[in-house]
């Protein structure tokens, strides 16, 4: 029986063309672009035009991978969208977008794991490649977190902003531990931890969407210790060395996150991927926005070792280790 694994064929993003500044930010909420920039390196962020929905972003984004993968919509047989801000209770925004893409084939749905979701997502398609269930998957990081912000808590709606990325995944034979596309996934979730970070509203509590909760000291801590373990749990169960990784590809949450989880696993800043300054936490499409950001830039090169990680409300967290 042949075996198979999923190569990164294409990446592609989306950031939309509003650009909400620190400075800006000081006529919304009593804040400051150096109170800001200290405690979470964010510079700017990105926001959603009136009219313009999470599964616009994501089909933007697909688009531009689709291009990077030399391929086109009927190519595609899985699409999985991960996003905490769909576009609407039900169908699965992967749904909406597999629609306005003009795929007419195989399946869409969604996950839900918050900023963790663009790793959950990868795993998942992952499966049903290496299963033979799907050939070609497109796996859709996108949100419109402004969407949920209170906008007068300066402790939360300062992180966040809008965006989408997206990777195509294919599917070639061979032994994924011979060092070739997505090695290896490790995911965890406990939900003991839900009142740290969440939403106060949802359709069978308050019959309405709620706003963006957060107790950010509590997070900041528990996603330093939890991400480094699984990076280094992933690590060992794929038989590599933290040392020997190319590039370190984090959930854009907090600049201070991503030295923290750097500086306890001895990693070089210089090869960790950062973007945050320039479109904030953008959740699940963080990931891909920054590995597309490091790809296009030629940092990120074909044969590079990448080991990408979050950890999103609930709790969720996780980890994938891929050779580009």
């Known amino acids: 029986m042949t075996e198979y694994f999923s190569r990164i064929a294409g990446i592609g993003a989306y950031l939309p063309e509003k650009v909400l500044t620190n400075a800006a930010m000081e006529a919304i909420v009593e804040?400051?672009?150096?109170?800001?920039?200290?405690?979470?390196?964010?510079?700017?962020?990105?926001?959603?035009?009136?009219?313009?929905?999470?599964?616009?972003?994501?089909?933007?984004?697909?688009?531009?991978?689709?291009?990077?993968?030399?391929?086109?919509p009927d190519d595609i047989d899985l699409i999985i969208?991960?996003?905490?801000?769909?576009?609407?209770?039900?169908?699965?925004?992967?749904?909406?977008?597999?629609?306005?893409?003009?795929?007419?084939?195989?399946?869409?749905?969604?996950?839900?794991?918050?900023?963790?979701g663009f790793i959950y997502a990868m795993s998942v398609a992952d499966?049903?490649?290496?299963?033979?269930?799907a050939r070609t998957a497109l796996v859709i990081g996108a949100e419109t977190f402004s969407r949920i912000l209170d906008w007068t808590?300066?402790?939360?709606?300062?992180?966040?902003?809008?965006?989408?990325?997206?990777v195509v995944l294919s599917a070639e034979?061979?032994?994924?531990?011979?060092?070739?596309?997505?090695?290896?996934?490790?995911?965890?979730?406990?939900?003991?931890?839900?009142?740290?970070?969440?939403?106060?509203?949802?359709?069978s509590r308050t019959k309405t969407v709620g706003h963006l909760r957060m107790q950010g000291n509590q997070?900041?801590?528990?996603?330093?210790?939890?991400?480094?373990?699984?990076?280094?749990?992933?690590?060992?169960?794929?038989?590599?060395?933290?040392?020997?990784?190319?590039?370190?590809?984090?959930?854009?949450?907090?600049?201070?996150i991503l030295l923290g989880v750097s500086s306890r696993l001895g990693i070089p800043e210089e090869r960790v991927i950062s973007t945050v300054s320039m479109h904030g936490n953008t959740s699940a499409a963080s990931i891909p926005l920054a590995f597309e950001q490091a790809v296009r830039d030629g940092r990120i090169k074909r044969g590079d070792l990448v080991l990408m990680e979050a950890l999103g409300g609930g709790f969720t967290w996780g980890a994938a280790l891929a050779r580009y």
């Not at 808590?153 to 902003?161: E, I, Q």
Request: overall charge negative; proline content about 3%; aromatic content about 6%.
């Open 31 to 72: 804040t400051s672009d150096a109170w800001i920039r200290e405690r979470t390196g964010i510079s700017q962020r990105h926001i959603a035009a009136d009219g313009q929905y999470t599964s616009d972003l994501g089909v933007e984004a697909s688009r531009r991978a689709l291009d990077h993968a030399g391929l086109g």
């Open 219 to 256: 997070v900041f801590r528990h996603a330093v210790t939890k991400i480094a373990g699984s990076m280094t749990e992933l690590a060992d169960m794929a038989g590599v060395a933290i040392a020997d990784i190319d590039w370190f590809v984090p959930h854009q949450a907090n600049q201070r």
């Open 153 to 166: 808590d300066r402790t939360t709606c300062v992180l966040f902003g809008d965006g989408a990325g997206a």
């Open 173 to 203: 034979a061979g032994a994924p531990e011979d060092g070739k596309g997505l090695m290896k996934t490790h995911l965890r979730s406990d939900g003991s931890f839900c009142d740290l970070l969440y939403v106060d509203g949802g359709p």
């Open 127 to 133: 499966n049903f490649i290496r299963c033979g269930q």
């Open 81 to 116: 969208v991960a996003t905490a801000t769909p576009d609407l209770t039900f169908p699965a925004t992967a749904t909406i977008v597999q629609h306005k893409l003009g795929v007419r084939h195989g399946c869409a749905f969604d996950v839900h794991a918050v900023c963790s």
